[in-house]
C-alpha cells in the first residue's frame, strides 16, 4: 500500500496545479463544477451555527454561504497554500474575515481544536474527494469532526453514466490532467446506504451528484460501516 501524502508533497503538488490557474479559478469552474450552488441554497443554517469547508479552494463556496446565512460562523481547510492566499484576498474584499476563519492542511488531518471549536455542526466536501488520495481517511476526519447532531454534505462528480462511452471516456481522461478522480466506489455505496443516513441526488446524466446527510443522532447505521476494517470498500449493502 503507497504511503499516504504529507502535507508537504499534496500541498507541493497542488500549488503546483492551481498557480498557473487560481485566477481565473472561479470564472471557469462555473460551468461544470455543478450543483454547488443548488447544495449552498439548501443548507438552511441556523443562527450561529458553525460549518467547515474541507477543501476549500479560492473561498468561493464560503463567501457565498457567508452571505445567504449571515448569522453562521464559516471555516475552510485546504491543502494548496497558493489557494488559500486567493481565498483570503477575495474574503478581505468581501468584509468577511471576522466570519470566515481558514486554516493550511490536509483533510485527513482536520481537527476542530485547529481551529479553536470543539467540533462543527456541517461538514462539506464540494468537489474535493475527487482530488483528495486518501478520500476515505478525510470522509472519516469529517464525520468524526461533526457535533451530535450534526450533518455532511458532498456535491462531486458521479460515474458519467449517462454521458455515453465517449462522452465518459473523454471526460474522465481530460478531469485526470488536473489530479481528479471520481470516487464511483464511493456513489455506489452512497446508492445503497443514503437512506438509511441521508438524502443522494443525481445530476443529468450522472454527471455529478449531491449528498446531504441527515443529523448524526438520526443515522440509522454509522457511516464508518461503509469501509470494512481493512479501509476497502462496502459497494453494496
Not at 497558493?82 to 483570503?88: D, F, P, V
Not at 481522461?173 to 438524502?199: D, N, Q
Request: some cysteine; hydrophobic content about 45%.
Amino acid at each position: 500500500m503507497p504511503a499516504a501524502p504529507s502535507l508537504e508533497t499534496h500541498a507541493g503538488l497542488m500549488d503546483r496545479v492551481y498557480r498557473p490557474q487560481r485566477h481565473l479559478y472561479d470564472l471557469t469552474r462555473k460551468y461544470y463544477l455543478l450543483g454547488r450552488d443548488k447544495l449552498i441554497a439548501e443548507l438552511a443554517l441556523e443562527a450561529d451555527s458553525t460549518l467547515i469547508e474541507v477543501g476549500c479552494g479560492t473561498g468561493r463556496n464560503l463567501i457565498a454561504i457567508a452571505r445567504k446565512y449571515p448569522k453562521a460562523q464559516l471555516y475552510g481547510l485546504d491543502a494548496s497554500e497558493i489557494m488559500l492566499e486567493t481565498a483570503r484576498d477575495k474574503i478581505r474584499r468581501a468584509g468577511l474575515e471576522n466570519r470566515i476563519h481558514l486554516r493550511h492542511g490536509l483533510a485527513e488531518q482536520l481537527s476542530p481544536r485547529s481551529f479553536g471549536v470543539q467540533d462543527f455542526e456541517h461538514v462539506l466536501f464540494s468537489y474535493s474527494l475527487s482530488m483528495v488520495p486518501d478520500w476515505r481517511a478525510a470522509l472519516e476526519a469529517g464525520v468524526a469532526a461533526l457535533s451530535a447532531s450534526g450533518r455532511w454534505y458532498v456535491v462531486d462528480f458521479a460515474d458519467f453514466g449517462g454521458l455515453g462511452f465517449i462522452g465518459k471516456r473523454a471526460l474522465t481522461i481530460w478531469l485526470k490532467t488536473f489530479h481528479v478522480t471520481p470516487r464511483v466506489e464511493f456513489l455506489s455505496a452512497l446508492e445503497g446506504f443514503s437512506g438509511a443516513i441521508g438524502e443522494l441526488a443525481l445530476l443529468g446524466g450522472r454527471y455529478a451528484f449531491i449528498f446531504r446527510s441527515s443529523p448524526k443522532l438520526n443515522w440509522e447505521i454509522c457511516p464508518a460501516s461503509l469501509w470494512r476494517a481493512d479501509h476497502s470498500f462496502l459497494i453494496k449493502p
